[in-house]
T-cell receptor, first 115, second 114 residues
Framework: AQSVTQLGSHVSVSEGALVLLRCNYSSSVPPYLFWYVQYPNQGLQLLLKYTTGATLVKGINGFEAEFKKSETSFHLTKPSAHMSDAAEYFCAVSEWGGSQGNLIFGKGTKLSVKP | DADVTQTPRNRITKTGKRIMLECSQTKGHDRMYWYRQDPGLGLRLIYYSFDVKDINKGEISDGYSVSRQAQAKFSLSLESAIPNQTALYFC?????????????FGPGTRLTVT
């Protein structure tokens, strides 16, 4: 069965500092991996996704993530945090080919950005 | 206009009442989903539908029912609401033809059961 673990329910960084949000997954088949962002009082918005091909994936707002099969990880990074990045971030996994068509979500990491 | 809309956006109801949350989409997607979000628990799948004639239970379907009235409409009902159903509810859609499982979310309905 698939699962997703996000290390750290809250992460706080200073403006301009590196953002690193951790995600590890468990899947019996090649996974599709996603990061979603949820701003206050809004729905979830797709930040980036990995399906096949290049393991370093670039998303919106300067975020990127790297799929590391050997570490079963898909950590999200941004070189320089901005105040507007404060939000909750969710990592999600699905089975390759969408055999169930469902996403399994992690519990989320709330990012705070200090001025 | 938003691609995935949910009504109502906020609802306060009393224990034992029946309530329906509605979701509509203009994306032309065949797949639709209902999730609930609770602080610290992430998103949990309640029901999903791959087409109008296909309804499937998710992780936490007890106490909920759904109706897929058309490809674009997917409703979630609480037959007899209870306080632990207080949560933020999201509808989502995806295009099954792509096989990519990328989902698009509505803005959410905040439900409070007193």
């Amino acid at each position: 069965a698939q699962s997703v673990t996000q290390l750290g329910s809250h992460v706080s960084v200073s403006e301009g500092a590196l953002v690193l949000l951790r995600c590890n997954y468990s899947s019996s088949v090649p996974p599709y991996l996603f990061w979603y962002v949820q701003y206050p009082n809004q729905g979830l918005q797709l930040l980036l996704k990995y399906t096949t091909g290049a393991t370093l994936v670039k998303g919106i707002n300067g975020f990127e993530a790297e799929f590391k099969k050997s570490e079963t990880s898909f950590h999200l990074t941004k070189p320089s945090a901005h105040m507007s990045d404060a939000a909750e971030y969710f990592c999600a996994v699905s089975e390759w080919g969408g055999s169930q068509g469902n996403l399994i979500f992690g519990k989320g990491t709330k990012l705070s950005v200090k001025p | 206009d938003a691609d995935v809309t949910q009504t109502p956006r906020n609802r306060i109801t009393k224990t034992g009442k029946r309530i329906m949350l509605e979701c509509s989409q203009t994306k032309g997607h065949d797949r639709m989903y209902w999730y609930r979000q609770d602080p610290g628990l992430g998103l949990r799948l309640i029901y999903y539908s791959f087409d109008v004639k296909d309804i499937n239970k998710g992780e936490i379907s007890d106490g909920y029912s759904v109706s897929r009235q058309a490809q674009a409409k997917f409703s979630l009902s609480l037959e007899s609401a209870i306080p632990n159903q207080t949560a933020l509810y999201f509808c989502a859609t995806s295009d099954g033809r792509t096989g990519l499982d990328e989902q698009y979310f509505g803005p959410g309905t905040r439900l409070t059961v007193t």
